[in-house]
């Protein structure tokens, strides 16, 4: 009989939680192409969107802390593939390489080139921020 009651009980709590993570709690912003972010002690922004024969390039300004490895944390969103930054194959942007404390680093991520309209994001801190690359 115990065992019945705590069975009931299981999954009364199990569907009450379905129920709060269902909700219409859940909203994703999206920046427009310009805007600012801070996440942790970072403050970011995707300044363009182009796309080469061989990538996709994103131009990014970065500030907030003195050598941190300026492609970690960005990825970019196309239908339901998400790509991580890869080397730049375009030699007349400048890479990111690392951030700087007092000053903005503005430089290129490379991604796969997509057929379709890409979403950028960037992840720090446990944060994630997301830029729409149209109007």
């Known amino acids: 009989m115990w065992a019945l009651f705590c069975g009931v009980l299981i999954l009364g ?12 709690g859940a909203k994703v912003q999206l920046l427009q192409l310009g805007e600012s972010a801070v996440l942790g002690d970072m403050t970011v922004s ?30 970019m969103l196309v239908g339901a593939v998400i790509s991580e930054a890869q080397p730049l194959s375009d030699g ?4 990111c390489t690392t951030t700087k404390l007092a000053e903005p ?7 796969p080139v997509s057929e ?8 720090r801190a446990g944060q994630q921020e997301q ?3 149209t109007p």
Do not use: H
């Not at 379709?116 to 992840?123: L, Q, R, S, V």
């Open 131 to 133: 830029w729409a690359t």
């Open 92 to 95: 007349s942007v400048t890479p």
């Open 13 to 24: 709590a199990g569907l009450f939680k379905l129920w709060q993570t269902t909700g219409d």
């Open 46 to 75: 995707v300044n363009s969107v182009s796309k080469s024969e061989t990538q996709t390039l994103v131009e990014v300004s970065m500030q907030g802390v003195e050598g941190a490895d300026a492609l970690s944390g960005w990825r």
């Open 116 to 123: 379709g309209t890409p979403t950028i994001a960037y992840i």
């Open 105 to 111: 680093t503005i430089c290129t991520v490379a991604f």
